[in-house]
């Protein structure tokens, strides 16, 4: 995937390859280019090739072909402490017999910056984090997100131009990452640092980035801002990947312009919008949202299905329905007033727009 760069450009990834043993390439021909003061996410399963995209820009593996720029000079060849970095990794690698405040001043005493100047960048960096009283403590008499929050400063306290995170909050419980999602998000749009994130929590890519790009098989299936991701997945991977999807597979009877008419197996016609699909005769797969269908009888597209399971989850009940071949058809119902209200085994009536339907590869 191509990407054309804008004067804004501070990281480039120009036609970059990696391979470990030099015959499988798990990184496959990445054009990439990132603005400065970006929050970039590479987001996609494991062993897609986004740590090692990572590790490239890190400086902690090399390229096997192709140039790595930052701020438009080449830094495949420069040592990764040279390169004027922040790091933060899951496992937050802090010194343990350091204290918190000693392990800040790491990084500053590496750059032979003075005592005076190291302790003022300190605690600048430990109250822009919320740590402020905090500096004398060792790593172990501190919480995961402390941790977290200390390897954060650390990764800041020298004042970087950008940041790397690598799956930085995997260790923490539900509520706590969630919490530190919005930290993160919220210190980067006040110090305007590039970030480049990598996690393979699509939540997380879609609540904290300004664009994510999405990998399988060391390639970028799609590149664009989150609500682009989600309300306009390219091909089925992604659609599939990110938020969670209906799925129909069928073969195209008829294109009329932007839409496909679809013959889904189990006997369903449906009418789609065209996005990567093929012609008539081949084989596609359909890509509607849960949350897109309705409970009535009255859309372009019109479906009965058998409900197999209904789920309380508060705000909504979700609803597993056995929809053509496919008994795995989710309808999320808003637990509300006016709503309809199913029983396990009965058949339902649902109905979903044209545009709400995408028409993809059948891969």
């Not at 984090?129 to 402390?146: C, D, E, I, K, W």
Request: proline residues 4%.
């Amino acid at each position: 995937m191509r990407e054309t760069s804008n004067p804004n450009t501070f990281v480039v990834f120009d036609h970059v390859q990696k391979s470990y043993d030099g015959e499988t390439l798990v990184v496959k021909d990445l054009n990439l280019s990132i603005a400065e003061g970006e929050f970039l996410t590479m987001l996609g399963p494991s062993g897609s090739g986004k740590t090692t995209c990572l590790m490239m820009l890190a400086g902690f593996e090399t390229a096997t072909h192709g140039d790595i720029l930052l701020a438009g000079k080449p830094i495949n060849n420069i040592a990764p402490h040279k390169r004027g970095i922040g790091m933060v990794f899951q496992n937050y690698a802090l010194f343990p017999h350091m204290s918190v405040a000693e392990n800040l001043a790491f990084p500053l005493t590496v750059r032979k910056m003075n005592k005076a100047d190291r302790e003022v960048k300190v605690k600048r960096a430990l109250d822009m984090v919320q740590m402020g009283t905090m500096g004398g403590r060792r790593p172990a008499q501190l919480s995961g997100g402390q941790q977290q929050r200390v390897a954060l400063a650390r990764a800041l306290v020298f004042e970087p131009e950008l940041v790397l995170m690598d799956e930085p909050l995997g260790a923490l419980d539900k509520q706590l990452r969630e919490h530190m999602q919005f930290e993160i998000k919220h210190l980067h749009e006040r110090l305007g640092v590039t970030v480049v994130y990598v996690t393979h929590d699509q939540t997380e890519a879609l609540t904290m980035s300004d664009r994510v790009a999405v990998f399988e098989n060391g390639r970028i299936q799609q590149l664009a801002k989150p609500s682009d991701l989600y309300e306009r997945p390219e091909n089925a991977f992604v659609a599939q990947f990110i938020g969670e999807n209906n799925k129909l597979n069928g073969t195209i009877k008829k294109i009329d312009n932007e839409t496909a008419e679809v013959l889904v197996d189990g006997g369903l016609m449906v009418s789609a919008r065209r996005v990567n699909c093929g012609g008539v005769g081949d084989r596609t797969v359909l890509s509607i949202r849960p949350e897109r269908v309705s409970l009535a009888d009255k859309g372009p597209n019109r479906a009965n299905g058998e409900v197999k399971e209904l789920i309380y989850l508060g705000d909504h009940i979700r609803c597993r329905m056995q929809v053509a071949e496919n008994d795995e058809f989710i309808v999320k119902v808003p637990n509300a007033a006016g709503h309809q209200h199913l029983i396990k085994g009965e058949t339902a009536h649902m109905s979903w727009n044209i545009e709400d339907c995408r028409a993809l590869d059948a891969s």
